[in-house]
């Protein structure tokens, strides 16, 4: 005789538990939603202020000044492509779109990651939480994004920071973990407090794993806010959400190939700076 075991109804539990959250929060998102949205508008019409141009010397500048003359040229000639292809404004709000969220998600991040290299309690507690969020379907946190924020950019913004936090915080958490006793120890015998050798030993010397962790932020970010294209958010991710729907393969790849210029961009930049800094 067969056992008929009732279904947990999972996800009824989490649909009713956002509800309950989105109509006893809706002040406070909305709060939240506009300070966003007014941050991209803001940064989006700051550097659109620019002429294309002037942006392109700007980031070459940037790019030699921070890295090499082969990343200066090859930033140049990428950036003059994206332009040539007429996908300057979309790379624009996809650059914003980066910027904002890496930014929300450092800015969590850290006090996090060095809180858990801090405390065995909820370093064991947050790993198991980071495992879960990093083998969740990225698709999956476009969903309870909606019901806060609605369609559009902010929404993008709020599964991006989601999505993108967890390299952050390992990173952070593993570069504190990883300073060397001995210096510990000299710190105690020179009677550092806490807080000293925090500041004093144990950040300088993480500060490489951390940049490495900021760097898998952004490409993650990156990634995301293509994919978030299907909930309204704009830049090149709806180019290539749009040539998907009308059978443009062409029109595909060009944006494509404009998200992995940006994409290379930003890695080398962020890596150029952990090597900066680690000499």
Do not use: H
Not at 39 to 66: E, F, R, S, Y
Not at 202 to 213: D, E, I, K
């Amino acid at each position: 005789m067969a056992i008929d075991i009732p279904r947990i109804p999972l996800g009824g539990w989490i649909e009713g538990g956002l509800s309950w959250l989105t109509s006893e929060y809706s002040m406070v998102t909305r709060a939240i939603s506009r300070a966003t949205q007014t941050g991209i508008n803001g940064l989006n019409d700051a550097l659109m202020w620019l002429p294309p141009w002037a942006l392109l010397l700007i980031i070459v500048a940037i790019c030699w000044k921070l890295a090499n003359t082969r990343l200066a040229i090859g930033a140049a000639a990428g950036l003059a492509l994206i332009w040539n292809l007429g996908l300057w404004n979309p790379m624009i709000e996809t650059l914003t779109l980066v910027v904002i969220a890496t930014m929300v998600a450092v800015v969590i991040a850290l006090p996090v990651g060095i809180a858990a290299a801090l405390s065995e309690r909820l370093y064991r507690t947050l790993m198991p939480v980071l495992d879960f969020m990093q083998t969740m379907p990225a698709f999956v946190y476009l969903i309870p994004a909606i019901p806060f924020f609605g369609i559009g950019s902010v929404s993008a913004i709020f599964a991006t920071v989601i999505f993108s936090m967890p390299p952050a915080i390992r990173f952070t958490t593993l570069g504190i973990r990883q300073v060397p006793k001995e210096l510990i120890e000299a710190a105690d015998a020179y009677g550092a407090t806490r807080g000293q050798k925090l500041v004093k030993v144990q950040l300088p010397l993480s500060l490489p794993t951390v940049m490495a962790g900021i760097n898998q932020t952004i490409m993650l970010a990156l990634s995301m806010v293509v994919i978030a294209a299907m909930i309204g958010a704009d830049g090149l991710g709806s180019e290539v959400w749009r040539a998907i729907q009308r059978l443009r393969p062409g029109d595909g790849f060009e944006a494509g190939i404009a998200v992995v210029i940006l994409a290379m961009l930003l890695d080398r930049l962020t890596q150029s700076l952990s090597k900066e800094r680690k000499s």
